[in-house]
T-cell receptor
Framework: AQSVTQLDSQVPVFEEAPVELRCNYS??????LFWYVQYPNQGLQLLLK??????LVKGINGFEAEFNKSQTSFHLRKPSVHISDTAEYFC????????????FGSGTRLSIRP | GAVVSQHPSWVICKSGTSVKIECRSL??????MFWYRQFPKQSLMLMAT?????????EQGVEKDKFLINHASLTLSTLTVTSAHPEDSSFYIC??????????????FGPGTRLTVL
């Protein structure tokens, strides 16, 4: 079984400031890791994913995440946020099969202040 | 890129009626589709896994007779909320796993359907 914990339900930051959204996971099997973004009243958009290889993964919109196996973490970062980054962010895991279900964290609401 | 559509995008119905939501993979075949429910300001909770040509697998606590899932073809899965009540009001999202895809393939999400039961 897998589970995902997002430590912060809300993260307010000022525009152009850096941000880190934290994510920890647990799993009895090897998993792939994902970050999704959901803008108000919309579906999910994949930001980035970790499958294997380099532990630093770069995604869309200037986001990146680092996989840390020993700490079972997959924190999301952006060096300078914009108003348009205001959204809900979900960390997720999935077992290796592409037909496996995705387990989502509870989400982190990122609010950007001008 | 791969596209998944959902229809309708929003629906309002009276309590006691049934509502059908469609999930289609537009440019790929999907052996497996998933249905999620998202309450306001909450995360996505998996309701069921839908496999083409077989019965859906429901998560614990999800009523099979209330949420009917049919995956009749490799590009279409439907979720029918039977005898809907106000507590069923939610955002329903589907995702699709490409047929024959590699283990690293991404699942693709639909845009969601907002159901409001009066």
């Amino acid at each position: 079984a897998q589970s995902v914990t997002q430590l912060d339900s809300q993260v307010p930051v000022f525009e152009e400031a850096p941000v880190e959204l934290r994510c920890n996971y647990s799993s009895s099997v090897s998993v792939y890791l994902f970050w999704y973004v959901q803008y108000p009243n919309q579906g999910l958009q994949l930001l980035l994913k970790y499958l294997s290889g380099s532990t630093l993964v770069k995604g869309i919109n200037g986001f990146e995440a680092e996989f840390n196996k020993s700490q079972t973490s997959f924190h999301l970062r952006k060096p300078s946020v914009h108003i348009s980054d205001t959204a809900e962010y979900f960390c997720a895991v999935r077992a290796y099969s592409s037909a496996s279900k995705i387990i989502f964290g509870s989400g982190t609401r990122l609010s950007i202040r001008p | 890129g791969a596209v998944v559509s959902q229809h309708p995008s929003w629906v309002i119905c009276k309590s006691g009626t049934s509502v059908k939501i469609e999930c289609r993979s537009l440019d790929f075949q999907a052996t497996t589709m998933f249905w999620y429910r998202q309450f306001p300001k909450q995360s996505l909770m998996l309701m069921a896994t839908s496999n083409e040509g077989s019965k859906a697998t429901y998560e614990q606590g999800v009523e099979k007779d209330k949420f009917l899932i049919n995956h009749a073809s490799l590009t279409l899965s439907t979720l029918t909320v039977t005898s809907a009540h106000p507590e069923d009001s939610s955002f329903y999202i589907c995702s699709a796993a490409p047929r024959g895809g590699a283990s690293t393939d991404t699942q693709y999400f639909g845009p969601g359907t907002r159901l409001t039961v009066l």
